[in-house]
């Protein structure tokens, strides 16, 4: 058998992966790639655990093991945040993310808090004072 | 060449083709079914390379869960059928940083094994790979089972809304409608609060 083989294939697979990651723009895509990077890993350990000699044996398929079991972990707590994604955008396109949050005050501000951490997003005027307007034109209704 | 060469080479092939398939198509459940033949074709890998377990383990919880988990998401995000059009970023850089490292990685993995040979060990069945699992590595198998659970409670609580949020914020965060307003309804509120 010759080592080199497999260790192309992982490390092809590993390149794929890293393109996939940081082409794709949807999340479910993004962690597909991150699925190959994960399986090229194991082939990696794999392809070792018939190569090198180590004190203890199978090392490498136990670690691969390892590596799957972390993977399922990842997928699942993965796939909770892309849904919670969803759930709050409509949206899974992870350059549409908005990663600066809307001013923390306003967000607290009681029941007028959506107008106003809407206008207070488009930024036409201080969020201190809109937040104190718009709550008081829900209390008027 | 021997045998198991000419499987690994088929093997790596089919897999390298739908992983590019899996990173390069635009139907998004096809690229779910691409991830099953490139899984698939690792799992054959693991075979020739003596690890039985491994690979149907492999074939269980990647192709049977995973693959299963992520095909969910896609309905669940109400992916369209057909093929769409902005799955994609523009990638020059994704494509210069992802082929540098898997070319890197491949010529740093040539230059270490040129054509060596090497004889194929034992065969990891699940008894050789039991007693290892349970008497060297039985520590980390435990905090596995630890982490399993973690991550379980985690996706429990970040599925729930009502698990953790604040009691003075009772809009709930940002959501669809705080996302896009209706610009008439926010100027007319500020009108309002202006005439209150």
């Known amino acids: 058998m010759r080592p080199v083989i497999p260790y192309l294939t992982a490390a092809f697979l590993f390149g794929l992966g890293v393109y996939g990651v940081l082409r794709r723009r949807n999340a479910v895509l993004v962690l597909m790639a991150v ?36 993977a399922a972990a990842e997928i ?26 809307p001013p ?15 206008h207070g997003g488009v930024g036409v005027d201080g969020p201190g004072t809109d937040a104190g307007a718009a709550d008081r034109t829900e209390e008027s209704r | 060449m021997t045998g ?8 790596g092939a089919v897999a390298v083709g739908a ?8 139907h998004l459940v096809r690229a779910g ?9 690792l799992a054959g890998d693991y075979l020739v390379l003596t690890a039985e377990l491994v690979a149907w383990v492999q074939v269980l919880i990647y192709v049977g869960a995973v693959v299963v988990l992520l095909l969910f998401a896609v309905m669940l995000t109400r992916a369209p059928i057909g093929a769409s059009d902005d799955l994609d970023r523009p990638g020059w850089p994704a494509a210069l940083i992802g082929g540098g490292a898997g070319l890197g990685l491949a010529v740093l993995l040539v230059d270490a094994f040129r054509w060596s040979r090497v004889e194929l060990p034992a065969a990891g069945t699940a008894e050789r790979l039991g007693e290892q ?7 980390p198998f435990e905090v596995l089972s630890v982490l399993l659970l973690a991550a379980l409670v985690g996706a429990i609580v970040l599925s ?25 309804a926010v100027a007319g509120a500020v009108d309002e609060g202006g005439r209150g």
């Open chain 2, 133 to 139: 699992v349970f008497r060297a590595w039985v520590l």
């Open chain 2, 33 to 41: 079914l691409y991830l099953v033949v490139c899984l698939g074709a």
């Open chain 1, 104 to 118: 923390a005050p306003v967000l607290a501000a009681g029941p007028g808090a959506r107008a106003a951490t809407a």
């Open chain 2, 160 to 184: 729930r809304p009502d698990i953790g949020r604040r009691p003075d914020a009772t809009s709930g965060g940002p959501d669809r409608n705080a996302a896009t307003p209706a610009p008439g």
């Open chain 1, 35 to 70: 699925e190959l990077m994960l399986n090229a890993v194991n082939l990696v350990l794999v392809t070792a655990d018939t190569t090198a000699r180590a004190v203890l044996p199978h090392g490498g398929q136990v670690f691969a093991l390892f590596v799957i079991v972390l």
């Open chain 1, 76 to 101: 699942g707590v993965g796939l909770a945040i892309v849904l919670q994604l969803y759930r709050m955008r409509a949206s899974v396109a992870v350059d549409e993310v908005p990663l600066a949050e």
């Open chain 2, 4 to 11: 198991a060469d000419v499987l690994l080479l088929a093997l």
């Open chain 2, 19 to 26: 992983g590019v398939l899996v990173v390069a198509t635009k």
